[in-house]
């Protein structure tokens, strides 16, 4: 059975549609059965996986995610309604603008500048001289992955390879309120300084292209320094599938995607 989950995760790969068999994907595999069942494998249709005392896998299908913690025996198909799954919603898988990164991560959206219009690159509006300027904004705690609710919104506190839908879709999550962002391609190039508005930050493609397989550094000036690889991915579409998605993330190395997607997977087992 394992060289059909083969052939349709190479099909994927050369960006052939999935036939109805490949539903189920591996997003998350931890302890022995990892080297059987790795993160991104199609699962077939029919297959059953013994998880011992050490090993724990989440898998998605049209159903959403499912966390399974060994000692548990599962059988393909999974029977439906017997194992508690965490729906994917379509917001998490679509792209954010700055504007709406608050409210999807359940925050009080701030009060928007007078003139309804963002902040430019590097620069700051000056205040009347006869109002106090505000505290600046605490800067954000880390995020667990499952708190952040959308795939494609950018962590600057996270390095690794993080995959986009586009080029120009590039949302970066306002860690320090208040404080420039200081972005830069890895090879030497200026950075260039950018001030959130409303929570999120959009991706200066003006000043620093995405380029697919770049590296770029994101921070705040200081000390707080990550570095993220950036791989655009080809023919998503409007509206993904999420086993799609999956495959493609895997494909591409993004783990840190992978690992959001999975989390707060409800857990079943052990039996």
Known sequence: ??????????????????????????????????????????????VRIQLGRLDAITLLDDEGTRAFRGPIAITMPLPRNRYRARPVLAG????????????VLDRAPAPAPASGRRSRLGA???????????????????????SLANLWLIDPQQ????????????????????????VAPVDGAPSIETIGAVGGIGWPVAAVPIVNGHSYAL??????????RLVVLDGLGMEPAPAEVALKLASAGCDLQLERLAADAPINGPE
Do not use: Q
Request: with cysteine; charged share 15%; glycine share 8%.
């Open 159 to 182: 390095s690794g390879t993080f995959c986009l839908p586009a080029a120009d879709a590039a949302t970066i999550l306002d860690r320090w309120p208040g404080r420039p962002l200081h």
């Open 219 to 228: 921070g705040d000036g200081g000390a707080r320094r990550a570095v993220v």
């Open 92 to 103: 998490f898988l679509r792209a954010l603008s700055p504007s709406e990164v608050l409210s």
């Open 1 to 46: 059975m394992l060289p059909i989950a083969g052939s349709l995760v190479a099909a994927m790969l050369l960006g052939a549609p999935l036939p109805a068999l490949a539903r189920t994907v591996i997003i998350k595999s931890i302890g022995p059965v990892a080297a059987r069942y790795p993160r991104g494998m199609v699962l077939p249709d029919r």
């Open 124 to 146: 700051r509006r000056a205040a009347p001289s006869n109002i106090p300027a505000p505290a600046p904004a605490p800067a954000l705690a880390p995020t667990p992955a499952g």
